[in-house]
């Protein structure tokens, strides 16, 4: 008869967007990476949603986690990526277009709910929409029938808000709108179509987000023995131990 065991907790780090977060588990995808870093310690959730922007993110989001028993959602972190779609000008793209004050109240909803259900707000890292580039985005709106429905000054206006909604949430945040323009360099290397990831773009989040969820992260254990130190003649003693 099989010995009594717990159990194998795994602890989550959700990934929590839009179509950046969506395609992130693609090839070379920086949520790929970051689930390859974090194999045998804990489970990295795409919960990406192409198209969405902050508004339907929050309506969402208690389907998503839920806030009745906090203590049995496990999450290591989340991070919450939307920007790109909110900044879409209202006259273009009112289907997707949000109020820069409403998106700033909707991510700091979005943290009280996570907080709601136990994932506190260091465990929170706030991602701001990427540098647009007009010229190929506006070529992509073309092929649909439709003028450019993007700026780029737009959107840095919603990453100054999410840096500031971060701060006042008590977050940190990737402000990939500043850091990819840093210094006068080339940030169309990190676009594939002017809005969306290139590979280089996919690696640069990938390196500057790890450097934020590394220290989330550390304490996890490696979950289950090292192959080499299971007892082979009674793996039953290396295997359901409840250590």
Not at 71 to 92: C, Q, W, Y
Not at 126 to 144: D, G, R, V
Request: include cysteine; hydrophobic fraction near 40%; charged fraction near 20%.
């Amino acid at each position: 008869m099989m010995s009594k065991f717990s159990t194998v907790i795994w602890p989550k780090v959700i990934l929590y967007g839009d179509s950046i977060t969506q395609f992130s588990f693609q090839a070379n995808g920086w949520g790929a990476e970051t689930a390859n870093k974090l194999a045998r310690k804990c489970d990295v959730v795409n919960r990406g949603l192409s198209g969405y922007n902050s508004r339907w993110a929050k309506i969402i989001l208690p389907r998503l986690i839920s806030s009745q028993n906090p203590a049995e959602n496990h999450i290591a972190a989340v991070t919450v990526f939307f920007g790109a779609n909110d900044a879409s000008l209202e006259d273009e793209n009112p289907q997707q277009h949000v109020p820069l004050q409403e998106y700033s109240e909707n991510l700091k909803d979005i943290s009280r709910f996570l907080t709601s259900a136990g994932v506190s707000a260091d465990k929170v890292i706030f991602i701001t929409p990427s540098p647009i580039h007009e010229p190929a985005w506006e070529k992509e709106c073309i092929l649909k029938g439709c003028p450019l429905n993007r700026h780029n000054s737009v959107v840095g206006q919603y990453a100054q808000a999410c840096v500031q909604a971060a701060g006042q949430c008590g977050s940190d945040v990737l402000d990939l709108w500043t850091l990819m323009q840093k210094d006068g360099q080339d940030y169309t290397v990190y676009l594939s179509d002017g809005l969306h990831l290139s590979e280089k773009g996919n690696q640069f989040v990938a390196r500057h987000l790890w450097s934020l969820l590394a220290g989330r992260v550390a304490h996890l254990p490696f979950i289950l023995p090292y192959w080499g130190d299971v007892d082979a003649k009674n793996p039953e003693t290396s295997l359901l131990c409840n250590s």
